[in-house]
């Protein structure tokens, strides 16, 4: 399945950063090496997990139709005031006006249509001081047709500059993407081991783990009493200490397209072309 990607370019006014073609089309690349279980990395699983990881059997690849059935690129750009904190909110249930970010007349950039295309938003995250407040996030499944897709700071996407230390491989968009196929994080919510369904991620192959991982962990780490899968890209571990999906990572993705699924109208368009 090969799913077509418009990159919606938000570029912050008063400080705007070198976004180049080149630097999209790299992030493209390391997606279809991710999903594909084409990256040299994987290799370096433990054994414990490594006849769990999964090739997902999906690509991507920048649109060239526009909805208006024009020739496109699949890069939209402009230049705004706005950041990424404009397309996110704290309530669960935002009035979706009030994300400036997702429309072109605020200064954002409207959405494509998600049953045709990913969204993906490059717009800065800068906080107070000066640093990255989120590297990315996204709007999963079911979500309003007009935020649908993902958000990510310029600054962990693709494999150019500028990048941020612990993120020059481009992972930041693979975990955000996950999300967006409903992945969700391997470690337990609240601080809680997988011992309800609904602290875990919903996946049997993914072992029970307390807390987000952070930076380069030293394997092995244990917590709930098992070994936790710092490696996999569901985790919050550095770029290049993440470098798999697993099998049961790989279901949960392809349920959504399934008749009834969430993006099954997604999938049909997809396999047509």
């Known amino acids: 399945m090969k799913i077509p990607i418009v990159v919606h ?4 006014a008063p400080d705007p950063f070198e976004i180049s073609d080149e630097k999209i089309k790299s992030q493209i690349e ?10 040299d990395d994987w290799q370096k699983t433990p054994n414990i997990f490594i006849d769990l990881v999964a090739d997902i059997q999906i690509e991507f690849y920048l649109a060239t139709t526009a909805p208006d059935g024009t020739p ?35 200064g954002g950039q409207d959405a494509w249509p998600k049953d045709k295309y990913l969204n993906i938003w490059i717009a800065d995250f800068i906080d107070r001081n000066g640093e990255i ?22 600054r962990v996407f693709g494999l150019l500059p500028p990048l941020d230390e612990n993120h020059t491989l481009g992972r930041t968009a693979t ?13 337990g919510k609240n601080g809680a081991c997988e011992n309800t369904p609904e602290n875990g991620d919903y996946v049997d192959d993914t072992p029970s783990q307390f807390a987000s991982s952070h930076g380069k962990p030293t394997f092995p ?32 993705m392809w349920a959504l397209f399934a008749q009834g699924g969430l ?9 047509l072309n």
């Open 175 to 187: 975990h955000e993407i996950g999300h967006w196929l409903n992945l969700i994080h391997t470690y």
């Open 263 to 271: 993006r099954r109208k997604l999938f049909e368009n997809c396999r």
């Open 72 to 106: 496109t690129t699949g890069i939209i750009r402009n230049e705004s005031d706005l950041i990424s904190g404009d397309g996110k909110s704290l309530d669960p249930n935002p009035v979706i006006e009030d994300l400036p970010l997702y429309f072109t007349e605020k």
């Open 133 to 154: 407040g989120f590297a990315g996030y996204a709007n999963p499944p079911g979500s309003d047709y007009r935020i649908d897709g993902v958000v990510i700071d310029p």
């Open 30 to 39: 390391v997606l279809n090496k991710d999903f594909r279980k084409l990256n």
């Open 9 to 12: 370019v938000v570029n912050y």
């Open 221 to 252: 780490r244990v917590s709930c009493g098992s070994i936790d899968m710092t490696m996999n890209y569901m985790d919050y571990s550095d770029d290049d200490s993440m470098y798999m999906f697993t099998k049961g990572q790989k279901e949960r």
